[in-house]
T-cell receptor, first 113, second 115 residues
């Protein structure tokens, strides 16, 4: 039962353009969502989060959008930089999963110079 | 910012052998997690500690996996005996606050290969 899904295994973007990574969830009890970035041979690094009481949260080049009715969130990176090339995981928490993060499968982002 | 040291970074063992992983938080955090990450997948929770107490171990295969957290600081995860399907990256993470939504800070992980 995959409660958090990232349906795009990979994404390729030109430097300077926008990267949009998508995530869908099925558990309506989730009320807190996070994005993590992972480089090879390193652990995931927290990037940005959003509570279900908001529909947008922005931090520099990174913006997360939450559509509760569609159970969908997205991460926008503008402008994309080669250093953003990594695996991006979305994660969710809430309800009976309070205090526990449920991760998606990840999306490999490649930003070309 | 939390710091998490994990050792060893890589481990290769034969099936049916025992193996242990260590997690040493640099800073004090009440909440500690062990995750398993298979290739091409996101991390999956194995066990969560609040101080010394394991508050969620529902996904820990208790027939072969065990864990402990000494004095609410360092933690050890053990597999005995290891199986081929246990090959994965084992991640330790720390939580900022107990009982609420929070970010988790991950260590670099231990990559286990069972042959």
């Amino acid at each position: 039962d995959q409660q958090v899904k990232q349906n795009s295994p990979s994404l390729s973007v030109q430097e300077g353009r926008i990267s949009i990574l998508n995530c869908d969830y099925t558990n309506s009890m989730f009320d807190y969502f996070l994005w993590y970035k992972k480089y090879p041979a390193e652990g995931p690094t927290f990037l940005i989060s959003i509570s279900s009481i908001k529909d947008k949260n922005e931090d520099g080049r990174f913006t997360v959008f939450l559509n509760k009715s569609a159970k969908h969130l997205s991460l926008h990176i503008v402008p994309s930089q080669p250093g953003d090339s990594a695996v991006y995981f979305c994660a969710a928490s809430g309800g009976t999963s309070y205090g526990k993060l449920t991760f998606g499968q990840g999306t490999i982002l490649t930003v070309h110079p | 910012e939390a710091g998490v040291v994990q050792s060893p970074r890589y481990k290769i063992i034969e099936k049916k052998q025992p193996v242990a992983f260590w997690c040493n938080p640099i800073s004090g955090h009440n909440t500690l997690y062990w995750y398993l990450q298979n290739l091409g997948q996101g991390p999956e929770l194995l066990i969560r500690y609040e101080n010394e107490e394991a508050v969620d171990d529902s996904q820990l295969p208790k027939d072969r996996f065990s864990a402990e957290r000494l004095k609410g600081v360092d933690s050890t995860l053990k597999i005995q005996p290891a199986e081929l399907g246990d090959s994965a990256v084992y991640l330790c993470a720390l939580g900022r606050l107990a009982g609420g939504p929070y970010e988790q800070y991950f260590g670099p992980g231990t990559r286990l290969t069972v042959t």
